[in-house]
T-cell receptor
Framework: EPEVTQTPSHQVTQMGQEVILRCVPI?????FYWYRQILGQKVEFLVS????????KSEIFDDQFSVERPDGSNFTLKIRSTKLEDSAMYFC?????????FGQGTRLTVV | QKEVEQNSGPLSVPEGAIASLNCTYS??????FFWYRQYSGKSPELIMF????GDKEDGRFTAQLNKASQYVSLLIRDSQPSDSATYLC????????????FGTGTRLLVSP
């Protein structure tokens, strides 16, 4: 069964460093998302991407964040200068119709 | 008022019982409602979605929607210990109703 895949599964980075989280959405899906979940908290929307551009972003998604779909398969989230509070699970999701399917997540730890 | 509200639980039920999980939402314009299951440390896994008033059944799961009361629920019949997880209610919102807004989830414990 097709699935959303994310790499790496765990990333440890120093505060102020740049990180890139990678995702391969399901191949025939059209909408792509990043969500995050801080430990013990709810899943929060970051950004949606459709037709090669951002369609919506949350207040969390400030200038330190960017997304790209560099080719026909990958979808990346870049955090330019990480802060301690960026430590969270980051989930990529994709959908074609109503249902959104989530990847297994990248646990980002900023030290 | 939170956009999507759930009782955090835990909801404890014995094996074989029916588990009833509830969710309320604030935006009357919301159109689609989703239930996800999340095991500890794992990603949300879609169980089912509903957009019409009434019941929708899929195996042991039944989603119920009442738009007038802004209420959506999930029933799990014949609960199994493997159903022990956090159940997330999510509502489709935003431009084109693209993004999901999640509740905090209800933790379900099914005891053998």
């Amino acid at each position: 069964e097709p699935e959303v895949t994310q790499t790496p599964s765990h990333q440890v980075t120093q505060m102020g460093q740049e990180v890139i989280l990678r995702c391969v959405p399901i191949s025939n899906h059209l909408y792509f998302y990043w969500y995050r979940q801080i430990l013990g908290q709810k899943v929060e929307f970051l950004v949606s991407f459709y037709n090669n551009e951002i369609s919506e972003k949350s207040e969390i998604f400030d200038d330190q964040f960017s997304v790209e779909r560099p080719d026909g398969s990958n979808f990346t989230l870049k955090i330019r200068s990480t802060k301690l509070e960026d430590s969270a699970m980051y989930f990529c999701a994709s959908r074609r119709e109503a249902e959104a399917f989530f990847g297994q997540g990248t646990r980002l730890t900023v030290v | 008022q939170k956009e999507v509200e759930q009782n955090s639980g835990p909801l404890s039920v014995p094996e074989g019982a029916i588990a009833s999980l509830n969710c309320t939402y604030s935006d009357r314009g919301s159109q689609s409602f989703f239930w996800y299951r999340q095991y500890s440390g794992k990603s949300p896994e879609l169980i089912m979605f509903i957009y019409s008033n009434g019941d929708k059944e899929d195996g042991r799961f039944t989603a119920q929607l009442n738009k007038a009361s802004q209420y959506v629920s999930l029933l799990i019949r014949d609960s199994q210990p493997s159903d022990s997880a956090t159940y997330l209610c999510a509502v489709n919102k935003g431009r084109g109703f693209q993004k999901l807004v999640f509740g905090t989830g209800t933790r379900l414990l099914v005891s053998p």
